[in-house]
């Protein structure tokens, strides 16, 4: 017998921890067991886009992403490692988050949640941008085991400012100073000696501009903010952040494989 899915439940009724986005007026799932958390993956609700957005990419990451990177020219596997798991991060944390969310263990379980999906946002700030720092600074080995140690330190102090913030503006905040060490190091491939591929650049910079972009999307809550509880299920901004971050993911990689293609023929010049 197939059990009936529960009765939704509009904004002003549902727990005071999910009130987070009040231009969101209908369509939330009442408090559940994880039984019934997995059971919402099948009948339509406000988190359901969600789920789906994020849920999706990660099982054509998993699959996929290994067969595209060229291992065999790749001098040291864990930039080929560390590039993959920095692609998969953000949507393993995401989509446990947007599943068990109204989880009955209350503020707790939802807290805890959310601190999972901001650790997998900085992963992937932090993973991603290791393969970045060690071919932009290939022919500095001192100032690039520096600026690893730096840019860990910054992701560090990240991850606590994004996991411990209360509101979307301070998470949001918590990635700046990684977003400016990156623009440090695409100005050194412009201006300076770094190395790299031209045409990785331009992918980089459309990577964080996509992510920002989502980011900032989400912040201001439009297009639902402009009319409140049309984009209840579909094409609110927390939806249309997560398609962003799968684009910027997608730029990510991209801009990943133009390095390692090109780097594998570069020799730094003589000193």
């Known amino acids: 017998m197939v059990r009936p899915r529960p009765r939704l439940l509009d904004f002003t009724k549902t727990p005071s921890h999910l009130q987070f986005n009040k231009y969101v007026l209908t369509g939330y799932r009442p408090v ?3 039984h019934e958390c997995v059971r919402s993956l099948f009948y339509m609700h406000n988190e359901l886009g969600n789920i789906y957005s994020h849920g999706i990419p990660f099982f054509l990451f998993l699959v996929l992403l ?9 001098d040291s596997i864990w930039i080929g490692v560390v590039h993959y798991l920095a692609c998969l991060s953000p949507t393993v944390g995401s989509v446990l988050y947007h599943v068990f969310m109204n989880h009955v263990g209350g503020e707790h379980v939802y807290d805890t949640l959310l601190s999972l ?3 997998g946002v900085c992963l992937v700030n932090t993973l991603g941008a290791l393969p ?4 932009t600074l290939l022919c500095f080995p001192t100032v ?3 600026a690893l140690l730096v840019y860990i330190f910054l992701s560090a102090y990240g991850i606590y400012c994004a996991t411990t913030a209360r509101t979307n503006v301070l998470r949001l905040r918590a990635f700046v100073w990684q977003v400016m060490f ?8 412009v201006y300076g000696s770094g ?10 910079v459309i990577m964080d501009s996509l992510a920002m972009l989502g980011g900032l999307v ?10 409140p509880g049309l984009f209840d299920n579909w094409g609110n901004s927390h939806q249309i952040m997560h398609v962003m971050v799968i684009c910027s993911i997608i730029y990510l990689h991209w801009g990943t494989l133009e390095d390692l293609t090109w780097v594998k023929n570069y020799q730094c010049p003589a000193e």
Do not use: K, Y
């Not at 290994?66 to 790749?74: H, L």
């Not at 190395?195 to 980089?204: E, M, N, Q, V």
């Not at 989400?218 to 009319?227: D, G, H, L, S, T």
């Open 32 to 34: 559940s067991t994880a």
């Open 66 to 74: 290994p067969f595209s990177i060229p291992w065999r020219e790749v």
């Open 117 to 119: 999906d901001m650790f």
């Open 132 to 135: 970045i720092i060690h071919i």
């Open 144 to 146: 690039q085991q520096a």
């Open 182 to 189: 990156r623009f440090s190091l695409f100005l050194f491939r």
């Open 195 to 204: 190395a790299g591929s031209p045409d990785s650049l331009r992918l980089f």
């Open 218 to 227: 989400n912040v201001i809550q439009i297009p639902e903010r402009f009319v």
